[in-house]
C-alpha cells in the first residue's frame, strides 16, 4: 500500500477519497487553486499546496505542475477522482513518464475509451452490443445530415469528447439538424476542445443502466453489478440506485458478462464502469466506458460493503482484487441523489454564494452525505455547483426511498437556492416509487414536480412572529432597538400588535398579544425555547415541535417538519423598495462568455426567440426575446466575459396592437 499519494481534484470527491486514505494510514497531498485556498479538502488533507488561479484550465488541469508537486511532496501516486485529468490519457501518461503511479487505468486503455466513437467501432469487433449510429470520421456537416437521415429521426448528435451530459443533442427531424450539430460542436469545442461528433438513433423512453467493473494487474475482472441512473434531467443523472429495479439475476449476468468483456478487450485494470441503455424487451447496448471512479460509486459501496478507494489504492499498487467473485453478493438497495446549488424554479439556473447554514442529517449506517463544502463555505461559480452527494441504504427499495425521503426532510440549507425539494418530490413520485424511470421521465413530468405552492402552515408564521418579537427584546435590552422608543413592548403591558408576514406571494397577518404573564400568537399562548444552534422548540398552546430559525427578520428562514419557507416580515417603517425591472431578462442572469449572437441589431424577433447564448458554468443558457420586438443595440460581442447583471442588449417590446 502507498504511504502518500496526491489527489488531483477538490470538492466532495477530494475530501471522500481522503477519508478513505485516513482509515488506510496514507497521508494525502492535496492541490487547490486560489478560490479553494480554504476549502474542505485542503483542511483536510495533511498537506496541501496552491496550483494557481481559480480557472481549472490554470489550476486543477495543468497536469506537469500537478506531477511536479506530487514529486516535491515524495507521493508515490496521484489519484485524478473523476473531471478533470481523470480521463486524460496525456496525463497518465506524463505521470508513468515521471515515475508516480496514475490511480487508473493503463494509458492504452484510456485512450481506446476516450473517444466514444473509436470506442464504440472497438466493442462492435468484440461483439459487445450498439446502438445504430455513425461513428465514423468524415465530419463534413453534409456527411453528417446523410448519415443522420440514413439512421432516421430522432437521432442524437453527442461530442465524441463529450461527458456529464454535456455535448448532446436530440434531433427531431431532418431540417433541424444542421441547427442542432451547430451548437453542440460550439459546446464540445469550448468544453473538450475537440467538436469531432456521432450520431446515434436516439431511444424513446430507454433506461440508463451501468456495470460498475474492477480489474487487476493479475489478469482478474469482475462486474460489482449495476446502478440505474435512468432518472436524469438534460442528459444529466440526478438520482442513482443499486441494484436496478426490476433486473433479475438472468439480466445481470447478461450485463455483468458483456461489461467485463468490454473491459478485458482494452486490458483494463482498476475501477470503471461500463454504459448502457436498456429498453423494456430487456435488450441493452453499449453507450460508452468512464474509465474512472464514478460520481454515483457510493450506492454500489453501500449495496456492496466495500469501499471502491480502498480498492483502486490496492490494485495500483500491485495487490490482487480484496474478494474473490463467489463473495460478491447484493445486500440491500442504495439510492443517491445529487444536491445541486440550483434553482428549480429558474430553469435550474445554478445558484451561488455562501452556506449560511448547511444541517445534513447525522450519518448512520443508513445515511451518508459525501460533501466538499461545510456551513460557511462558498459555492463558486468557477466549479461544478454540487453541494453534495446524499446516499441511503436500507434493506429494499422501499424502505430506501422512506429513507431518503426522511434524510431530504432533516436537510437544512439556506445562502444558496437548492434543488433539494425537487428531488423529495421526484424520490417521492409513483413512477419513481413504481421503479419505472426511464430518462425521459423528469421532463416529461416536469409539471407534476414543479413546486406546488400549498398553503404556507400557520406554524412558520407563528415561529416567525415569535422569532421577531425574540430580536426586538434583544434589541430593547441592549438599548439598541428604534421599537424601544416607537412601541414599548413590556411585560404585562396587555397590548397587542398586528404583524404581517409573507411568504412567496402569501402574506398573512399574525396578532400577537401579552396576557397572563405570557405571550399570545393568534389567540394561544406561545412561547420559542432556544435549544442548540438554530434549533428551537416551538410551544404552542397545547402543543409542541421542533423548529430551526436562520438569517433576520426581513428574509427569515424557518424549517418545521420537514418543510422549509423562508418568510419575511412586512417592516411598517421601512421604505418599500423592490421595482419590477422590465430589463431584467436582457441581463446576464451569472457570470459567464458570450458565445454567439443570433440577430443583427434592428431584427425584428417574435417572444421567445433565442437571441444570444452565453457559457456560464460551463453550460450554454439561451437569452431569448422577453417579447416580440426589436433588438435596439447589444452591449456585447462574441468572446465577452460579462458579469452578473451585465447588460446585454437593448430590446424594445412591440407597441400593443390596437387597430382592431
Ligand atoms: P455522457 O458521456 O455525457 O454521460 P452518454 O453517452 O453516456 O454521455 O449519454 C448520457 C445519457 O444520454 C444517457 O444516460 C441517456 O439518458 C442519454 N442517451 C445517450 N444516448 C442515447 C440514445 N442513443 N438514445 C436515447 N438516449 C440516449
Redesign the pocket.
Known sequence: MFKKILIANRGEIACRIIDSCRRLSVRTVAVYSEADAAARHVRMADEAFCVGPAASSESYLRGERLIEMAQRAGAEAIHPGYGFLSENEAFAQACHDAGVIFIGPPVEAIRAMGA?SAAKRLMDEAGVPL?P?YHGDDQDAERLQAEADRIGYPA?I?ASA???????RVVRSADAFAEELASCQREARASFGDDHVLI?????R?R?IEIQIFADQHGHTVSLFERD??A?RR?Q?VVEEAPAPGIDEAQRARMGEAACNAARAVDYVGAGTV?F?ADDSGAFYF??M?TRLQVEHPVTEMITGFDLVEWQLRVASGEPLPREPSALAIDGHAIEVRLYAEDPARGFLPSIGRLAHFVAPPASAHVRLDSGVEQGDEITPHYDPMIAKLIVWDVDRAAAVERMLSALADLQIVGVRHNGDFLARLIDHDVFRAGKVD?GLIEREMETLAPASPDVPAVFFHAAALALLADERARVATGASPWAAVDGWRLNARQHRTLVFTAGDQEREIRVAYADDALHVDGERAALEPSEGARYRLIYGASQQDVSLVGPAAARHVFAAGAHYEIAWRDPLAEAGAVDDPQAELTAPMPGTIVAINHDAGAHVEAGTPILVMEAMKMELTIKAPASGTVVRYDCAVGDQVGEGAELFEFEADAPDTSA
Open positions: 466514444k446502438v449510429g442524437i453527442k463529450g461527458g456529464g451530459g454535456k455535448g448532446m446515434e438513433k436516439y431511444l424513446e430507454p440508463h441512473c435512468s436524469q442528459h443523472k454504459e441503455i453507450m460508452e468512464n430518462t
